[in-house]
Nanobody, 123 residues
Framework: QVQLMESGGGSVQAGGSLRLSCAAS????????MGWFRQAPGKEREGVAT???????RYADSVKGRFTISQDNTKSAVSLQMISLKPEDTAMYYC?????????????????WGQGTQVTVSS
């Protein structure tokens, strides 16, 4: 059973930075896609950044240039460095993974999810 564990959320003021981390355990495949989604109250879960099935990074337009996703050498952990945070970045952030995805930003393409970590950005 694949388990994902996020860490690193918190509260910052606008313009601040946070780093989220996600560690995966229990996966037996050779590689898989890992990424980040977020969900604000009353809104749908949206893709933020991911390593897609080709190993390329993908970003939502709203975070390009401000967020950077990275992966460790074992490819079993991903991090999301967030700078220049805005109040609209406030959401619960979720780590997600699957062996293969066709639509990187669609929650339904991912089978495994972490419990989420809250990011709050105040103005």
């Amino acid at each position: 059973q694949v388990q994902l564990m996020e860490s690193g959320g918190g509260s910052v003021q606008a313009g601040g930075s946070l780093r989220l981390s996600c560690a995966a355990s229990g996966y037996t495949g050779s590689r898989y896609c890992m990424g980040w989604f977020r969900q604000a109250p009353g809104k749908e879960r949206e893709g933020v950044a991911t390593f897609d099935s080709d190993g390329d990074t993908r970003y939502a337009d709203s975070v390009k240039g401000r967020f950077t996703i990275s992966q460790d050498n074992t490819k079993s952990a991903v991090s999301l460095q967030m700078i220049s945070l805005k109040p609209e970045d406030t959401a619960m952030y979720y780590c997600a993974a699957n062996s293969f995805v066709t639509r990187w930003n669609q929650p339904s393409d991912y089978d495994y999810w972490g419990q989420g970590t809250q990011v709050t950005v105040s103005s």
